[in-house]
């Protein structure tokens, strides 16, 4: 099944995501090792924890979706069990 424009557009958006999550952990990780700041890190990581858990919202039940496992066209809401990505009108 193909998955519709708006559900593209959607797989885009999470990808950029992922990726912004991943910068800000690298990101909290370079401030450890090169400046030597425990509490930078921190709060970088806390604000991409923060960040991450907020930013993935179901289309059809509007809860949030955890996204730690990989993101695929047929990812599915634990919540409602609708695939995130298809049947957005
Ligand atoms: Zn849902």
Same mark, same amino acid.
């Given at each position: 099944m193909k998955i519709s424009e708006k559900g593209q557009a959607l797989l885009a958006k999470y990808k950029k995501i992922q990726k912004l999550y991943i910068l800000l952990l690298a990101l909290a990780a370079m401030s450890l090792v090169f400046l030597h700041n425990f509490v930078l890190m921190v709060a970088l990581a806390v604000f991409a924890f923060v960040f991450e858990a907020k930013a993935y919202? &179901?289309?059809? &039940?509007k809860k949030t979706v955890d996204c730690k496992r990989r993101i695929k066209e047929d990812s599915c809401c634990l919540h409602c069990q609708k695939y995130i990505f298809k049947n957005l009108d």
């Open positions: 919202i &179901c289309p059809h &039940c």
